[in-house]
């Protein structure tokens, strides 16, 4: 199998991904709202220019003059449609300008222009000699590769410059993702630009593979990501101002200690300072913080560090990290075993209560409880 069957292969792979990606996010049961529609639609418009591509690599085309020369500029729609997406995952879509209807125009209008190229040369070209639409085409290219890199640049400005723009939603997710894909989309953007030169100095289509196979792989991987983190984002938001309420949220049930022990650390005192750590940290949420440090806490609390481990060491029988994550979990079980909760993401449950990952909410919770949080959720 050669490179170029092995990229037709991942194409028409990527297309069927892309259409199923479609199907199963507009299907879902929660509300679809303009970010992800914006996402669909860079999906979808990637996956019709992949199958328009594959269909031409493949001579699966009309014998009609007007099909076989009808390349629709698919792609210069991508860009605007991630552009839009990002924007409306930000929460800065009112704040930045909105470049949808200006690609729009610029997509008819191609898609005229080329329609008159074709009617010309099938009408008065002798031999229908398509030398005229081949120059056209790459005209085209080369104003939508300009195009993108303007809003690849802007984008770029937003994530990485404009700080006091995205403040709000860096409060729920650090935009890694967001951030890697640029970076790598620099890498798919250079090699457009060097496809266009090789393509217009050799005429050789090949120097596209590599910018088709790696745009493709790239673009459709961030959807994904972008996917399942607006979907994170928007969970957590929506529990945070649950939190904000007090609903659903874990009480101090303190209980007296025994402070009848051969350990003489044990007594009244020591107990009721522990029981003053455990209420300040449980009514101020504090263990939602997953900053949130012994040393600080200790501080607030005018108590030297040492003797606040001792504390928590003695009287919760955990050390401070188990004593928190303790908590944490305790949390996250009200809000899985909670029905008007059963629509959130069990990873924005866990991030909300205080955990910086996935991987340690899980560890957390099925050290304390035994089983995953989804197991734990399937019981209610």
């Given at each position: 199998?050669?490179?170029?069957?092995?990229?037709?292969?991942?194409?028409?792979?990527?297309?069927?991904?892309?259409?199923?990606?479609?199907?199963?996010?507009?299907?879902?049961?929660?509300?679809?709202?303009?970010?992800?529609?914006?996402?669909?639609?860079?999906?979808?418009?990637?996956?019709?220019?992949?199958?328009?591509?594959?269909?031409?690599?493949?001579?699966?085309?009309?014998?009609?003059?007007?099909?076989?020369?009808?390349?629709?500029?698919?792609?210069?729609?991508?860009?605007?449609?991630?552009?839009?997406?990002?924007?409306?995952?930000?929460?800065?879509?009112?704040?930045?300008?909105?470049?949808?209807?200006?690609?729009?125009?610029?997509?008819?209008?191609e898609l005229v222009i080329r329609l008159v190229l074709?009617?010309?040369?099938?009408?008065?070209?002798?031999?229908?000699?398509?030398?005229?639409?081949?120059?056209?085409?790459?005209?085209?290219?080369?104003?939508?590769?300009?195009?993108?890199?303007?809003?690849?640049?802007?984008?770029?400005?937003?994530?990485?410059?404009?700080?006091?723009?995205?403040?709000?939603?860096?409060?729920?997710?650090?935009?890694?993702?967001?951030?890697?894909?640029?970076?790598?989309?620099?890498?798919?953007?250079?090699?457009?630009?060097?496809?266009?030169?090789?393509?217009?100095?050799?005429?050789?289509?090949?120097?596209?593979?590599?910018?088709?196979?790696?745009?493709?792989l790239l673009i459709y991987w961030i959807c994904y990501?972008?996917?399942?983190?607006?979907?994170?984002?928007?969970?957590?938001?929506?529990?945070?101002?649950?939190?904000?309420?007090?609903?659903?949220?874990?009480?101090?049930?303190?209980?007296?200690?025994?402070?009848?022990?051969?350990?003489?650390?044990?007594?009244?005192?020591?107990?009721?300072?522990?029981?003053?750590?455990?209420?300040?940290?449980?009514?101020?949420?504090l263990y939602l913080d997953p900053l949130l440090s012994?040393?600080?806490?200790?501080?607030?609390?005018?108590?030297?560090?040492?003797?606040?481990?001792?504390?928590?060491?003695?009287?919760?029988?955990?050390?401070?990290?188990?004593?928190?994550?303790?908590?944490?979990?305790?949390?996250?079980?009200?809000?899985?075993?909670?029905?008007?909760?059963?629509?959130?993401?069990?990873?924005?449950?866990?991030?909300?209560?205080?955990?910086?990952?996935?991987?340690?909410?899980?560890?957390?919770?099925?050290?304390?409880?035994?089983?995953?949080?989804?197991?734990?959720?399937?019981?209610?």
């Amino acid at each position: 199998m050669g490179i170029k069957s092995i990229i037709d292969f991942f194409l028409i792979a990527g297309v069927i991904q892309g259409f199923g990606f479609n199907l199963v996010t507009l299907c879902v049961k929660k509300k679809i709202n303009k970010a992800i529609i914006f996402l669909n639609f860079t999906v979808l418009f990637i996956s019709l220019n992949n199958l328009q591509r594959w269909l031409i690599n493949k001579d699966i085309i009309c014998e009609l003059f007007l099909i076989q020369q009808l390349e629709v500029p698919w792609y210069v729609l991508i860009f605007p449609m991630f552009y839009a997406f990002t924007t409306h995952f930000l929460r800065i879509q009112d704040r930045v300008n909105d470049f949808i209807k200006v690609t729009i125009a610029i997509f008819i209008i191609e898609l005229v222009i080329r329609l008159v190229l074709i009617s010309y040369v099938y009408y008065n070209v002798p031999g229908k000699d398509n030398a005229l639409i081949e120059f056209y085409t790459r005209i085209e290219e080369i104003v939508n590769l300009l195009y993108c890199i303007f809003l690849f640049i802007t984008t770029c400005v937003i994530v990485f410059k404009k700080h006091q723009l995205i403040s709000y939603i860096s409060s729920f997710d650090d935009l890694n993702w967001l951030k890697w894909f640029i970076k790598l989309g620099v890498i798919v953007i250079a090699s457009w630009i060097l496809a266009v030169i090789i393509k217009s100095i050799t005429g050789n289509e090949d120097a596209y593979m590599f910018l088709r196979l790696s745009s493709s792989l790239l673009i459709y991987w961030i959807c994904y990501q972008g996917f399942f983190k607006y979907n994170v984002v928007r969970d957590r938001i929506s529990l945070r101002s649950t939190i904000a309420s007090d609903k659903v949220m874990i009480d101090d049930e303190t209980k007296s200690g025994n402070t009848e022990s051969d350990d003489d650390f044990f007594n009244a005192k020591h107990q009721s300072d522990f029981n003053k750590i455990k209420a300040h940290i449980i009514k101020g949420k504090l263990y939602l913080d997953p900053l949130l440090s012994m040393e600080g806490l200790a501080t607030e609390l005018g108590m030297s560090k040492s003797y606040f481990s001792k504390l928590i060491n003695s009287y919760s029988e955990y050390n401070f990290s188990d004593f928190i994550n303790s908590l944490r979990v305790k949390q996250a079980k009200k809000f899985l075993s909670d029905s008007d909760f059963s629509q959130y993401t069990i990873v924005a449950i866990g991030l909300e209560c205080g955990f910086n990952s996935k991987s340690t909410f899980y560890s957390a919770f099925k050290k304390f409880t035994s089983v995953t949080p989804t197991v734990y959720r399937e019981k209610f």
